[in-house]
């Protein structure tokens, strides 16, 4: 299972994103350009140790990316119909989170095999980007097995 962030904007949740992956065992790839400078010391503080228990990938642009994607792409939306329960994952997708102000731009979205939604509170627009991961990873994690024990 991997977790990919598409040109994220915000350090702190690439770093909280980063933690949350070494806790799972999951790898990240990391689609540039990055709004912020990759080595920025808020990413590091949010990362923390942990940085150095996840095994991620910084791919150039969008299509690096797709070149090495392997499995399928699932993207994470609020505009999505089906929601991350009710879709089976398998061990070998890929989770696709957009970016933190505008999501995917449409190409980026026809690309993707299946696109799921965390269901939220009608009353409210969106959960913050590194929590959205965490709940999306789990159910996967969870659905194939791959919780760690």
């Given at each position: 299972?991997?977790?990919?962030?598409?040109?994220?904007?915000?350090?702190?949740?690439?770093?909280?994103?980063?933690?949350?992956?070494?806790?799972?065992s999951a790898g990240v790839?990391?689609?540039?350009?990055?709004?912020?400078?990759?080595?920025?010391?808020?990413?590091?503080?949010?990362?923390?140790?942990?940085?150095?228990?996840?095994?991620?990938?910084?791919?150039?642009?969008?299509?690096?990316?797709?070149?090495?994607?392997?499995?399928?792409?699932?993207?994470?939306?609020?505009?999505?119909?089906?929601?991350?329960?009710?879709?089976?994952?398998?061990?070998?997708?890929t989770l696709l989170m957009?970016?933190?102000?505008?999501?995917?731009?449409?190409?980026?979205?026809?690309?993707?095999?299946?696109?799921?939604?965390?269901?939220?509170?009608?009353?409210?627009?969106?959960?913050?980007?590194?929590?959205?991961?965490?709940?999306?990873?789990?159910?996967?994690?969870?659905?194939?097995?791959?919780?760690?024990?």
């Open positions: 299972m991997r977790i990919a962030l598409y040109q994220p904007e915000i350090p702190g949740n690439v770093g909280a994103i980063l933690r949350l992956a070494a806790c799972f790839d990391i689609i540039e350009p990055c709004g912020f400078i990759f080595s920025d010391t808020r990413l590091k503080r949010a990362g923390m140790d942990y940085i150095s228990h996840v095994k991620f990938v910084r791919h150039r642009d969008w299509a690096a990316f797709c070149e090495a994607l392997t499995g399928r792409l699932i993207l994470l939306s609020s505009k999505a119909q089906t929601r991350h329960t009710d879709f089976e994952f398998a061990s070998d997708d957009g970016q933190e102000s505008a999501g995917v731009p449409d190409t980026v979205r026809e690309r993707c095999d299946a696109q799921v939604r965390i269901p939220l509170n009608p009353a409210v627009r969106s959960l913050n980007i590194s929590v959205a991961t965490g709940i999306a990873l789990s159910e996967a994690l969870r659905q194939t097995g791959n919780l760690p024990a």
